[in-house]
């Protein structure tokens, strides 16, 4: 069984800053890219950023520039700082990583996505 569990999230005014953090636990032989996605009311799930296990951070072009994706290997842990926040960026904010871990039916490693339940992030104008 593998989790994800984010937290940092809340109410901030316009122009201020929030960190998002997200912690893996469980049967996890490896973790590839870790990503942070949202979701505002009645809208799709849109990809925020993602890193890979090296460290290489992509943005979507709606953050670039506000937002800083890092990780922490040894910790499991995957970071976003939101800085220059907008009311736009209200949503809620979901962690998923990419995983290996080993099948015991399968008796073979396999790859997964793994989801957290999403923590709400409110800008307030």
């Known amino acids: 069984q593998v989790q994800l569990v984010e937290s940092g999230g809340g109410l901030v005014q316009a122009g201020g800053s929030l960190r998002l953090s997200c912690d893996a636990s469980?049967?996890?032989?490896?973790?590839?890219?870790m990503s942070w996605y949202r979701q505002a009311p009645g809208k799709q799930r849109d990809l925020v950023a993602t890193i890979s296990s090296g460290g290489f951070a992509n943005y979507a072009d709606f953050v670039k520039g506000r937002f800083t994706i890092s990780r922490d290997n040894a910790k499991n842990t995957v970071y976003l700082q939101m800085n220059s926040l907008k009311p736009e960026d209200t949503a809620v904010y979901y962690c998923n990583a990419n995983i290996m871990q080993y099948d015991y039916q399968l008796r073979d490693y396999v790859r997964r996505d793994v989801w957290g339940q999403g923590t709400q992030v409110t800008v307030s104008s």
């Open positions: 469980g049967s996890i032989f490896r973790i590839n890219a």
